[in-house]
Nanobody, 119 residues
Framework: QVQLVESGGGLVQPGGSLRLSCAAS????????MAWYRQVPGKQRELVARSVIDGRTMFADSVKGRSTISNDNVKKMVTLEMNSLKPEDTAVYYC?????????????WGSGTQVNVSS
């Protein structure tokens, strides 16, 4: 069974930086892409950044230019780094993986990590 576990997050001051990591474990045969989403109460979960197997990355307009996403395929980890944080970046951040596991290919999710941007 595939599991995704996030780490990082917490309270960050406006203008500060954060680093979120996500580790995939379990019966994994291939990882086609990994991504970070975020969600605030009352709103739909939105894509923050995605990295796919061919090396392409994509970012939401709201974080473009101040975020990076990187994969470590050996460790099966994905890391999101964001700087110049704003209060509107406050959300629960979720790791997502497009992964081929022992039950087939599917979308897997972590349980989320809270990020609060506040002074």
């Amino acid at each position: 069974q595939v599991q995704l576990v996030e780490s990082g997050g917490g309270l960050v001051q406006p203008g500060g930086s954060l680093r979120l990591s996500c580790a995939a474990s379990g019966s994994i045969f291939a990882i086609y892409g990994m991504a970070w989403y975020r969600q605030v109460p009352g709103k739909q979960r939105e894509l923050v950044a995605r990295s796919v197997i061919d090396g392409r990355t994509m970012f939401a307009d709201s974080v473009k230019g101040r975020s990076t996403i990187s994969n470590d395929n050996v460790k099966k980890m994905v890391t999101l780094e964001m700087n110049s944080l704003k209060p509107e970046d406050t959300a629960v951040y979720y790791c997502n993986g497009d992964i081929l596991g022992d039950r087939g290919r599917g979308d897997y999710w972590g349980s989320g990590t809270q990020v609060n941007v506040s002074s």
